[in-house]
């Protein structure tokens, strides 16, 4: 179960762990936005359409996000907003000089004015614990966990909190988190859950990422594991040639084509879609989104 991507994320890819785990966002966003990075608004249109998908199952109505950071993905699936506002309200001069405690005031407030009348449950993990703590504070998660599962087993308090996870989330995160992770958390929410079964998991890794060794997994726990095949997900520009080169070289040697994608200077992301075989067998991934109009974009 050892991660093949920890050594990438050491020697070929940007370290952006400067910005993963200070005591607010703002540094995150102003970095990350640096490079266009997309894969929370993919997450922000994508993933209603499987929470209803895991209700029409009788599945729970909660969230769990693996990798969760700052509570990006909750913010945008539970409020009115997009990825860009959140970018645009980071970059505000009138927030740069706040104290953190004063920028957790302002978004208690801001991010009360905007949520959705009934906005799913999310229950967030993270290694970085400074940043779980503030999407906790700033009222973002139900629960919230600075947890690395790749290195220990998940706390009581994560095993006691994982029983409404109708969907397992992860975007930016795969890569990070590996069989060793989502073994300890699948196990955690079946055991959690009334019905023992494991969640829906939707995961939107970049394209060098061999999703073999993870669907292999979650067939452990009755999950197929599907690849939408009608698009794939621009998630950021290289931050230099390195990652570049290295990608480029990736996907030839996987006899992946990146002319129109990676080619242009950017990550792209597969969204992969794990679920019970029945519900799986009923609807392929590929259907699932069909007249929803969520992949137009
Ligand atoms: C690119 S960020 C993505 C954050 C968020 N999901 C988003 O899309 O904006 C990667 C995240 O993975 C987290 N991470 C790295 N290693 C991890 C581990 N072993 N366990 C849990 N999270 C990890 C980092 O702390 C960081 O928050």
Redesign the pocket.
């Known amino acids: 179960m050892s991660n093949p991507y920890a050594q990438h994320n050491e020697q070929n890819k940007a370290n952006?762990d400067h910005v993963?785990?200070r005591p607010d966002p703002r540094g995150y966003f102003e970095t990350?936005g640096s490079l266009d990075y997309l894969?929370?608004e993919h997450g922000r249109r994508l993933f209603p359409t499987l929470l209803q998908g895991v209700s029409a199952g009788g599945g729970p109505s909660g969230v769990l996000?693996?990798?969760?950071?700052y509570g990006?993905?909750a913010a945008l699936l539970r409020h009115d907003l997009t990825l860009d506002d959140l970018y645009a309200r980071y970059a505000l001069p009138e927030l740069a000089d706040l104290s953190t405690e004063d920028l957790l005031d302002a978004d208690r407030t801001f991010y009360a004015e905007c949520r959705h009348p009934s906005p799913p449950e999310v229950v967030g993990?993270?290694?970085?614990a400074n940043?779980v703590r503030y999407a906790l504070r700033a009222g973002l998660l139900e629960a919230g966990f600075g947890e690395?599962?790749?290195k220990t087993e998940p706390s009581e308090a994560f095993r006691g909190s994982v029983g409404n996870t109708g969907l397992l989330t992860?975007?930016?995160?795969v890569g990070?988190?590996w069989e060793r992770?989502f073994d300890r958390v699948l196990k955690a929410v079946a055991r959690a859950r009334p019905d023992g079964r494991a969640p829906w998991v939707a995961t939107l890794p970049a394209r060098l990422v061999g999703y073999g060794p993870l669907s292999d997994l979650f067939s452990r726990y009755g999950l197929v594991t599907e690849r939408l095949s009608s698009r794939t997900f621009p998630q950021r520009r290289f931050a230099d040639a390195t990652e570049r080169e290295h990608v480029l070289r990736q996907l030839a040697d996987m006899d992946v084509d990146p002319s129109g994608k990676e080619e242009e200077g950017w990550y792209h992301a597969d969204l992969y879609l794990s679920r019970p075989a029945g519900e799986a067998s009923k609807v392929p991934v590929d259907e699932l989104f069909g007249t929803t109009g969520a992949l137009d974009y």
């Open positions: 952006f993963y785990d990350l894969a929370p996000d693996l990798c969760c950071s990006v993905n993990a993270d290694s970085a940043a690395d599962l790749e992860v975007t930016g995160g990070y988190v992770t």
